[in-house]
């Protein structure tokens, strides 16, 4: 059994999705592991991870669109505001979303399914750089 760790970072521009899949698999790939588990832990709690289709841009879209609409900017629910409107639903989206992922290796690679991707989901709207641990264990 062999471990391996590695530190992903991601400058997001503002609050959307970011397809992280390629730098994922392009690091998972390179660790020669033929059977294991990926671990994806990010150390946020303004933005979170996200497993969901990489094929039909219109799907990023509508999830934005449902989160922007289940969780508003400035609504007066929040008295979390100090770091601006935006904070405290980022931090709700966070609790509703994941801030790990695991996915298995089979042989020597990711088990995505054919139209999934691995996506950051930012939830502020000024730039950050986010950083993500990735923690491969298999053989």
Known sequence: ?????????????GRRLYDITPQVL??????????GLL???????????MINENY???????????????VP???DLFI???EGPDDMPAHVRTALTQT????????????LGQWQGIFLFEHRHLPATRRMLMHLIGE
């Open 26 to 35: 392009q690091w998972a790939n390179a660790q020669m592991i033929t059977t």
């Open 73 to 75: 900017d400035g609504d």
């Open 100 to 111: 790990s992922l695991s996915i298995p290796l089979k042989d020597g690679k990711l088990a």
């Open 39 to 49: 671990t994806l832990y990010i150390q946020h709690t303004s933005a979170s991870l």
């Open 1 to 13: 059994m062999q471990q391996f760790t590695h530190a992903l970072q991601v400058k997001a521009q």
């Open 56 to 70: 039909d841009r219109d799907v990023l879209v509508d999830m934005e669109a449902f989160f922007n609409r289940l």
């Open 80 to 82: 979390h505001t100090v």
